[in-house]
């Protein structure tokens, strides 16, 4: 089946602790995103990438850190200056870069909780 | 700055009933608009989208949009509404260009009486 896995489903973080959430896409698209999903917010971007090798900053980038060593992963990061960091990330990829036309694909998510 | 504003959190309807969910965007050029449906626990999947080409938008599961620029609307409907309907809803908003990002509303979750 061709998609996007996220993995692990949950996951817990204790206090001062870093975790990474994984991301793999075997779809062959360009462009790879995380968002974060707040209840009753809606989704926000934390990061996105375009290209492999390069990713840039979305609008709530802090405390959180990214790499796109290779086209299919892109892994995130919760750093322990993520002071608020249970939600729902939602992974998702574009067949191109970041454009106005392009259709996401998601993930089915990885809920965080802290201890 | 684009943005989206879905003035209901919560809309219930009963099986074989109408379904309307609202959206207002606010948009400094042409924009794309989307509409994505979350089910519990879910990612979230592509419904219908609007690209400047027919005003009228029809999805999958028999939804359909209609893109209203005078009023900066897009609301989202269908004829019939059946329990496996039941879920989030979300409308988002790009603005043309390279880089545009999306812009997500606060979702609408819609309940479905039996």
């Known amino acids: 089946d061709g998609g996007i896995t996220q993995s692990p489903k949950y996951l817990f973080r204790k206090e001062g602790q870093n975790v990474t959430l994984s991301c793999e896409q075997n779809?062959?698209?360009?462009?790879m995103y995380w968002y974060r999903q707040d209840p009753g917010q809606g989704l926000r971007l934390i990061y996105y990438s375009q290209i492999v090798n390069d990713f840039q900053k979305g609008d709530i980038a802090e405390g959180y850190s990214v790499s796109r060593e290779k086209k299919e992963s892109f892994p995130l990061t919760v750093t322990s200056a993520q002071k608020n960091p249970t939600a729902f990330y939602l992974c998702a990829s574009s067949p191109r870069r970041v454009g106005a036309n392009e259709k996401l694909f998601f993930g089915s998510g990885t809920q965080l909780s802290v201890l | 700055a684009q943005s989206v504003t879905q003035l209901d959190s919560h809309v219930s309807v009963s099986e074989g009933t109408p379904v309307l969910l609202r959206c207002n965007y606010s948009s400094s050029y042409s924009p794309s608009l989307f509409w994505y449906v979350q089910h519990p626990n879910k990612g979230l999947q592509l419904l219908l989208k609007y690209t400047s080409a027919a005003t009228l938008v029809k999805g999958i599961n028999g939804f359909e949009a209609e893109f209203k620029k005078s009023e900066t609307s897009f609301h989202l409907t269908k004829p019939s509404a059946h329990m496996s309907d039941a879920a989030e809803y979300f409308c988002?908003?790009?603005?043309?260009?390279?880089?545009?990002?999306?812009?997500f509303g606060k979702g609408i979750t819609l309940s479905v009486r039996p």
């Open positions: 988002v908003v790009s603005e043309k260009g390279a880089n545009s990002k999306l812009t």
């Open positions: 779809l062959n698209h360009d462009a």
